[in-house]
Each structure stands twice: as structure tokens, then as C-alpha cells.
């Protein structure tokens, strides 16, 4: 608990309050001609036969921003998901919020002003490649 009491809630950026993967399959799409759902994406791959990229080949494509041109940009273009504000923003009235994050650091800065530019509530903002570790959280989502 931080020093007001209030319980710190960790709250992770990626699937949870922004949509990174639709920049990926954007990026797909202009480069390959196909359309994935969020069903037809798992973690370490595509479910379908006709992706020739890797997942982890899509991500740093999407990192370092080199997908064609007329794709979205990371982090700066990650739409925010519905209803992620607002639930974020019932939990401040009684919590300390502390979006985490696997993101590169060299992405803090953007991911920073992404949060504050899509009024994401929040307290604090943590880059780490460890979010599964104790992070002084009393709550992890």
C-alpha cells in the first residue's frame, strides 16, 4: 500500500487499455493482404497457414516502426480499448494507478505522452521486461 493507503493497482498497457495488435495486423495487411481477428492471433502464433511473418517478426516490425508506409505508427497511433478509460478512471477514485509495461524504455517517453494525450488516468508509469515480478504492487491486471 502506498503511504496514503490506497492500494496500488498495476495496470498493463498492452491487451488490456491499448490495442497494440491492431497496428500489427495493419501491418500485415499491407504487406501480405490479410485480414487476422483476435481469435486468429495466439501468443507465439498466427492460427492460419497464410501469414509468412512470425509474431515476434510482427512485434519488432511494429517496435521499429517499419511496416509500410500508411500504417499506423507505435506507440503514438495505439487506440485506446472501449470502456478501458473509464474502468481505469473508477479505479483511481479509490486507488493509486501504475500502468506497466513490457515496452522497450526507449518507447517511455512516447508511451508517456500516448497515456496523457488518450486521457488514460494514471499516477506513475514503469517500463519492464518483468512485469511478472514484484513491482511494490498490491494488484497486478
Avoid at 495488435?21 to 497464410?50: C, P, Q
Avoid at 517499419?66 to 472501449?82: A, H, N, Q
Avoid at 513491482?135 to 497486478?140: G, Q, S, T
Wanted: hydrophobic letters at 35%.
Amino acid at each position: 500500500m502506498t503511504d496514503d493507503d490506497r492500494p496500488t493497482v498495476g495496470v498493463d498497457i498492452d491487451g488490456v487499455v491499448g490495442s497494440f495488435m491492431g497496428i500489427v495486423r495493419e501491418g500485415l495487411e499491407a504487406t501480405e493482404g490479410v485480414e487476422l481477428s483476435n481469435e486468429e492471433i495466439k501468443y507465439n502464433e498466427w492460427t492460419r497457414d497464410d501469414v509468412d511473418h512470425s509474431v515476434i517478426e510482427a512485434v519488432d516490425r511494429t517496435h521499429e516502426n517499419t511496416w509500410p508506409d500508411g500504417v499506423s505508427t507505435f506507440p503514438e497511433d495505439v487506440d485506446v480499448l472501449d470502456g478501458a478509460r473509464e474502468g481505469i478512471a473508477a479505479m483511481a477514485e479509490e486507488c493509486e494507478i501504475v500502468m506497466v509495461t513490457a515496452r522497450p524504455d526507449e518507447f517511455y517517453e512516447g508511451t508517456k505522452q500516448w497515456l496523457e494525450e488518450n486521457d488514460v488516468p494514471h499516477d506513475e508509469l514503469r517500463t519492464t521486461s518483468e512485469k511478472d515480478k514484484q513491482l511494490d504492487l498490491d494488484v497486478l491486471i
